[in-house]
């Protein structure tokens, strides 16, 4: 087979010789119409496609880590780790080579179950107790559960709390074997006060805090409050200092320590009273006198680093090194000496020497996937595979029904003070071709098969200060592929297009102007034309053919909408325009701004396709102040897939046979799409 980086060269050459010969490079068939319409439109399929179960897509990695944790598998130890993507994932230590097969969850933490490994996990489904090397499940708690794994009488156990009392758990037995009469309490730390167990409950907000002794069932201390306004405890611990046990919070006012037999408060780190600036993670860090702890410290502007201070608020070094928000912390033992786990919501976790204050092992446990800006469903070589791109360049492929990598990344270099902000896939001459561009104007070429480079596409002189792309687009025709990129600034913007096969700029094409037009724009191929819209808080819609620049329609909306999107609606042109309060979809002709079907009650679409005839849309719901996103058939006015959280901020992409959506903890979703 003759590579598609062979093919390129060979079309370069044919198009160079074109030039001098005096050819125009003018494709056929691009003279401008008035108004897109698809040469053969079959009618749409008759019945709405369903979604089957979501799979994400996973580099081995996390997304914005949201737990850390230490444990021990086969009598070696282990990290445990959660993150927003939805996976629970087991990191042998010191070198991150993972354990165990991952499990589904957002939050995670070690349970001991005499002797065999457990964890706790917890998710969208409530809370679960695995047997991590049986790979069952042992205990299931409802959604809104509170489960915190502690110790009673010297063995592990979990505190759950529960609408009639917090109840104490044998994991192993799976049999409750106390009860703390405190309705709705959750258990937020754990300890001895004057040589008895004790546990600390938070009843919720306006309540107290209070301290329970776990032989008697009864209150054992005064109860303890948090001074400042709507403060919670986001974490808690407790510890001896100067020989007495010590309750530390974590809230939004900084750390505060709380002596547990007199309820009064201690020392209080604050974050020096800098507004801006929060812990965001924290552990204590044992054998320490005094009392030390580690801290997650993030301030606006700075650099984000985990701050090892003493309670009394004396700094005795810093850790740096992420690159992101420090999101969790736990201390252990490793072959002798203490250390420290740290996750981030630059994705990656990383182990460190607490005396040394250096990192052990390697920068993170995988290839993570941070901030995807794309995705797109294709076929490459008869396979179904997703391509993705990245805000720091980063291309992958991924097998399209199991969501694992199907090839090596690739990397499209981004400088400092640009990012990844658009994908597009192509066919050249029977090969997908993946096309990137950063906001600053870096077009490239990609071989999602190999990841390799193919080349270039350079516009015509550097962007302006106030110049982004704002748009990637290709168009197929009977004479070749055509990539359309929509350069956007505070005038309309200008559109490039290039021919894929010898990478010749083909035209330049200004968007006819009034000035008036500053409001949110879009390039998408209608009826394999590329044309432009935008609209304004005002309600003005404006559209534009991308080939030449001139305006095709203009008119105004009442009430001004939310949201737009180009499409088709049968074999007519649509756009699709709705309101972020109201649950209702008008369907307008674009030409003239009337509506040309009955309004759709529907959530806002956030994002349009157009699959056999019919059109799909990502809508957002935020009903009951949680916010989800669905899939729905716009053609049917109806719902094709379950309710999705926190999906929604990445383009939809639809093929025949998958749907991609995301964003889900910097994640994206492949759903396969099935036609009746």
């Known amino acids: 087979m003759i590579s598609i980086a062979r093919r390129l060269t060979e079309f370069m050459a044919v198009g160079m010789c074109l030039s001098l010969l005096g050819g125009s490079g003018a494709l056929s068939g691009d003279t401008p119409r008035a108004w897109p319409t698809p040469g053969v439109c079959p009618p749409p399929h008759p019945a709405e496609p369903t979604l089957g179960r979501a799979v994400p897509l996973s580099a081995g990695g996390h997304g914005d880590v949201n737990t850390v944790g230490f444990g021990r598998l086969g009598g070696r130890p282990i990290a445990v780790t959660a993150g927003a993507e939805g996976t629970v994932r087991f990191w042998g230590l010191p070198g991150f080579q993972p354990a165990a097969e991952p499990l589904e969850g957002t939050a995670a933490a070690f349970v001991d179950l005499g002797g065999r490994s457990g964890v706790l996990t917890s998710g969208e489904y409530g809370t679960r107790l695995w047997d991590l090397a049986a790979r069952t499940i042992l205990l299931r708690f409802p959604a809104g559960s ?144 005094p009392a030390t702890l580690a801290l997650g410290l993030a301030a606006e502007g700075s650099e984000a680093v985990i701050a ?170 009977v004479s070749g592929t055509t990539v359309y990129a929509f350069v956007a600034a505070s005038e309309p913007g200008v559109v490039y297009a290039w021919d894929l096969r010898t990478r010749r700029l083909l035209r330049t094409a200004r968007l006819e102007t009034d000035n008036r037009w500053p409001g949110a724009r879009e390039l998408a191929v209608v009826g394999g034309r590329p044309l432009v819209s935008a609209y304004d808080d005002q309600g003005r819609v404006r559209i534009w053919d991308a080939t030449t620049g001139r305006v095709l329609s203009s008119f105004t909306m009442t009430p001004p909408p939310d949201f737009t999107g180009l499409g088709l609606f049968g074999c007519s042109p649509a756009l699709f325009a709705g309101r972020d309060l109201q649950r209702e979809t008008r369907v307008l002709d674009p030409r003239t701004g009337r509506d040309q079907a009955a309004p759709i009650t529907v959530p806002v679409p956030k994002r349009t396709a157009t699959v056999r005839g019919r059109a799909i849309a990502l809508v957002a719901d935020f009903a009951e102040g949680t916010a989800s996103a669905q899939v729905w058939d716009l053609t049917s006015g109806r719902v094709i897939g379950r309710s999705v959280a926190e999906v929604g901020a990445l383009p939809l992409a639809a093929g025949d046979r998958y749907v991609v959506a995301g964003e889900r903890g910097e994640q994206a979703l492949v759903w396969p799409l099935a036609w009746p």
């Open 308 to 477: 090892v201070r003493e309670l009394g608020g004396r700094s005795t070094g810093t850790l740096t090194g992420h690159d992101d928000v420090v999101t969790a912390l736990a201390t252990g033992t490793l072959d002798g000496r203490q250390v420290l786990l740290s996750g981030s919501a630059d994705n990656s976790v990383r182990l460190w020497d607490v005396r040394t204050r250096k990192q052990i092992g390697r920068q993170e446990p995988a290839t993570v996937m941070d901030r995807v800006v794309a995705a797109r469903p294709v076929e490459v070589d008869g396979r179904q595979v997703v391509v993705s791109s990245e805000k720091n360049g980063t291309l992958r492929t991924f097998d399209a029904a199991t969501g694992h990598p199907a090839g090596l990344p690739a990397r499209h270099p981004v400088p400092p003070g640009d990012a990844l902000a658009h994908l597009a896939v192509a066919d050249l001459d029977g090969n997908t071709v993946a096309v990137t561009a950063t906001q600053r104007g870096s077009i490239k070429l990609w071989d999602p098969r190999t990841a390799t480079g193919l080349g270039a596409l350079a516009l015509p002189a550097p962007l302006g200060q106030d110049e982004h792309v704002a748009g990637l687009e290709p168009v197929r025709r």
């Open 146 to 289: 509170a489960v915190l794994p502690g110790s009673y009488r010297g063995v592990p156990v979990l505190f759950a709390g529960g609408e009639r009392a917090v109840r104490v758990i044998d994991p192993v037995t799976r049999r409750t074997v106390r009860e703390l009469p405190v309705p709705g309490g959750r258990v937020i730390a754990t300890g001895r006060l004057r040589g008895k167990e004790i546990a600390v409950v938070d009843e919720g907000e306006e309540s107290p805090i209070r301290v329970w002794d776990l032989a008697s069932g009864r209150e054992a201390g005064p109860p303890i409050y948090l001074e400042e306004e709507n403060a919670t405890a986001d974490w808690a611990a407790i510890t001896e200092v100067r020989g007495r046990a010590t309750l530390l919070i974590r809230s939004y006012a900084g750390v505060r320590s709380f002596d547990l037999a007199t309820g009064k408060s201690g020392p209080h780190l604050r974050v020096n009273d800098d507004e801006t600036a929060q812990y965001t993670a924290s552990t204590v860090l044992t054998g320490t006198a």
